[in-house]
């Protein structure tokens, strides 16, 4: 849960974000995989990065973290 309060402009690039990196990621429309990228991109507002670029690379990093952790699991 959000207990911060971001200005508009901040929660619309998070959804943005959101949006993007989920439409990227195998199973981005199940909750768990929203969730582990959605707690990413709040760790990075809370830190001040809110441009929509930062908050989608932050994103992208715990997409890519979680597809590397797959493969270690079966390999």
Known sequence: MMDESFDRRTLANMEVALDRVCAKAPGGETH???KR???AILQCARSGKKTLGALTEA???AR????????????
């Open 32 to 34: 768990e995989v929203r």
């Open 37 to 39: 990228i959605a707690d």
């Open 59 to 61: 994103g992208e990093r």
């Open 64 to 75: 890519i973290a979680r597809r590397s952790a797959k493969l270690a699991k079966s390999a």
